[in-house]
């Protein structure tokens, strides 16, 4: 099959091959970097939080009145105590936010010198006493626990300077990158926190939110944060018992003291549902790029078609001459076929660049990491066999094409 017969039709139709390549290069560019996008998001909101979120369930509880930081730590106390002899709980303990609740977490910045200044790391604060680690269901890979006498009780505007902490590995791999955490120092407001205890992973409660780079950057700090205005009770369940306790807890506490408020509405909330709900927004960004990037595909392979079968019809006395002077169906077909695969590389190699500078576009505004180098090739093969299959149909039409139709006139 000679090219340069292709390549002179071509250049007759130029408009209309300008079109398609653009088309196609324009495909490409944003079906590469949309399933980029997808397969991020998709990623993102596959990774557990490392916890036992099957069986685990938050209560977000206010107060009612103006009670003081002593009565909330008694009350807190009182409740914990009552969660834990519920029939089926197997641990509880009191914090100010929980995994993937969408907000409310507190963020503190880690220093390694006291006086730091330039660039600490940010971490999530989960307020903690010795029942949370069972309670999450988290992995200790280094270190211990805290223990019961570490466990202390502060107010909203206490200064945050815990004498022991205990953190994630991501964080600490970010804090020590070329040593041990366990047991060093770091500056949390003004004191001194020695590091007792490192755990594999436990995601913060911003999955949804601009924070992703620190989802498991979290601290464990030893201490109930008596605040007036609520508190989120953590309830992990024995297998079986989740539906049962999500229903029993709250009216254990209105048992235990009335005067409080406990939304009907979402104030009570397991692990799989603040899932569902904090990655929602990932989940709709993920279906509309896929959507978008199925009808840029259909949208290209119909103008494949509609531009061969509009070319077929224009050559029908042409190729009724090369049949009639012993052109096989298949040399027509591989015609088509040829001309098909020219154009679309045309565009992939235009594309390719228009998808690489999308992508260095989307870095500097978004959280993005660079496209990986395979995406772009396997977007121009996608591309090319969706030509082949697109040509297909007006090849077989121009290959049925009689010898006869050269002596009809134009």
């Known amino acids: ?80 105590d009552a969660l ?50 069972d309670t999450f269901g988290t992995r200790l890979v280094e270190g211990r626990n805290f223990r019961a006498d570490e466990i ?36 949390l407001d003004d004191g001194p926190s020695a590091i007792v205890g490192i755990v594999d992973s436990l995601q913060g409660p911003y999955a949804g939110s601009t924070t992703r780079t620190i989802d498991e950057d979290s601290i464990l700090v030893p201490a109930r944060l008596a605040d007036p205005a ?15 306790l999500m229903r029993a807890a709250p009216a254990a506490l209105f048992a235990q003291d009335r005067l409080r408020t406990i939304n009907p509405d979402g104030g009570v909330i397991s692990l799989i549902q603040a899932r569902a709900q904090g990655y929602a927004t ?15 595909l259909l949208a290209t392979a119909g103008g494949v078609v509609g531009l061969s079968s509009f070319w077929v019809s224009q050559r029908r006395r042409q190729i009724g001459v090369r049949r009639a002077l012993g052109a096989t169906r298949g040399d027509i077909l591989r015609y088509f076929q040829v001309e098909n695969l020219l154009i679309v590389g045309a565009g992939v190699v235009l ?19 660079r496209l990986p180098p395979g995406l772009l ?22 290959a049925a094409v009689p010898p006869a139709e050269a002596t009809r006139s134009v």
């Open 152 to 187: 202390g009780s502060m107010g909203p505007y206490d200064k945050l300077t815990p004498a022991t902490i205990i953190v994630t590995r991501d964080l600490a791999n970010k804090l020590f990158p070329n040593d041990s955490a366990l047991g060093r120092t770091v500056y």
């Open 84 to 133: 834990r002899r519920l029939p089926g709980v197997r641990d509880a303990f009191a914090s100010e936010a929980y995994p993937l609740e969408g907000g409310w977490g507190l963020l503190a910045r880690v220093k390694l010198q006291p006086e730091q200044r330039a660039h600490p790391a940010l971490a999530i604060v989960y307020f903690a006493d010795q029942h949370a680690m």
């Open 351 to 369: 594309g390719s660049g228009l998808g690489v500078l999308a992508n260095l576009a989307l870095m500097q505004r978004y959280e993005l990491p």
């Open 1 to 80: 099959m000679q090219i340069q017969p292709i390549l002179a039709a071509l250049r007759r139709h130029k408009m209309a091959t300008v079109l398609i390549v653009l088309q196609i290069a324009l495909t490409l560019a944003v079906v590469s970097n949309a399933m980029f996008i997808v397969r991020t998001r998709v990623v993102h909101l596959s990774r557990p939080t490392g916890t036992d979120e099957a069986h685990i369930f938050a209560i977000r509880n206010g107060w009612i009145g103006s009670p003081s930081v002593r009565q909330v730590d008694a009350r807190m106390r009182a409740d914990l």
């Open 230 to 244: 609520g508190t989120v009770y953590m309830v992990r369940s024995q297998p079986g018992r989740l539906d049962a």
């Open 377 to 398: 090739p396997l977007g121009a093969v996608l591309l090319w066999l969706l030509g082949q299959l697109a040509v297909l149909g007006p090849a077989r039409r121009a």
């Open 282 to 296: 990932d989940r709709g960004v993920a279906i509309m790029m896929a959507a978008v990037c199925v009808l840029l």
